[in-house]
């Protein structure tokens, strides 16, 4: 009885001295980054990283145990790891950031313990998280002959957010277009808003001479030619011919 006390207490020594040389000289799994986290992250974002901790012992099977202490935002979203691993097998640990919503500097580590045994391997985790930018595009506004258009000058502007044109054209001319990259988008009008912008653009303005109508009529005992409404660009000019019927004389040209 005391010769098999003796036997189960070697056997309890040799093993702890095993496990304790294996932990002294040569640690028994290895953490490698399979999917690691972006060395820079913007606030509010989520993303993930993989690692795979591999048994690296030759001959002893492990339990992968997580010692990890995150700090807020950071935690295992899954893991394969847990359950007894056979030398050069691997289990899968995939942790979830969720960015703060203000710009720090996150430093901390996964620590994985390799059991039965006093071997923990740690991996280091840096992430810097600054402030989001918004990317910001150019819209250039180009006035057509015989107006301007304000802003006159390239605008920058966030993505997604908006612009508004005013076209003034000259004397005796009228907003014709406004142009899109080059496509017409809106008939007239002196205003002209381009709404979520998410690419740069270009928005031109053009301009038309004004057009009159002037409408010939004739009194009694005479004829007017042309007889028919005509059409007349600004400061133009038109003649009309007046014939009299037998007997009477033109009196007077009247305007309006």
């Known amino acids: 009885m005391r010769f098999q006390k003796w036997i189960s207490a070697s056997l309890l020594f040799f093993t702890s001295l095993f496990l304790f040389c294996s932990t002294a000289f040569a640690h028994m799994i290895l953490i490698t980054a399979t999917s690691p986290f972006p060395i820079q992250l913007n606030t509010s974002s989520v993303t993930n990283a993989t690692f795979t901790v591999t048994n690296i012992a030759s001959q002893i099977p492990i339990t992968v145990i997580d010692q990890s202490q995150f700090p807020a935002g950071l935690s295992i979203k899954n893991t394969t790891c847990g359950s007894l691993i056979a030398p050069h097998q691997s289990c899968i640990i995939t942790l979830q950031l969720q960015a703060p919503a203000q710009p720090v500097l996150i430093s901390t580590e996964l620590r994985e313990k390799a059991s039965p045994s006093a071997d923990g391997v740690q991996f280091p985790i840096i992430i ?123 009196n007077q040209w009247l305007v309006d």
């Open 128 to 250: 810097n998280v600054v402030a989001a930018t918004v990317p910001q595009l150019t819209v250039t506004p180009i006035a057509g002959t015989n107006g301007t258009i304000s802003p006159s000058s390239k605008q920058l502007v966030n993505k997604g957010g908006n612009l508004t044109f005013s076209a003034t054209p000259n004397a005796g001319y009228k907003i014709n277009q406004w142009l899109l990259d080059g496509s017409a988008v809106q008939t007239g009008g002196a205003n002209y808003t381009l709404s979520n912008i998410t690419v740069s653009h270009t928005v031109q303005a053009t301009f038309a001479v004004n057009q009159y109508t002037v409408t010939p009529s004739a009194g009694s005992n005479g004829t007017i030619s042309p007889n028919t409404p005509q059409t007349v660009v600004n400061q133009g000019a038109l003649t009309f011919n007046a014939t009299p019927t037998t007997g009477y004389s033109v």
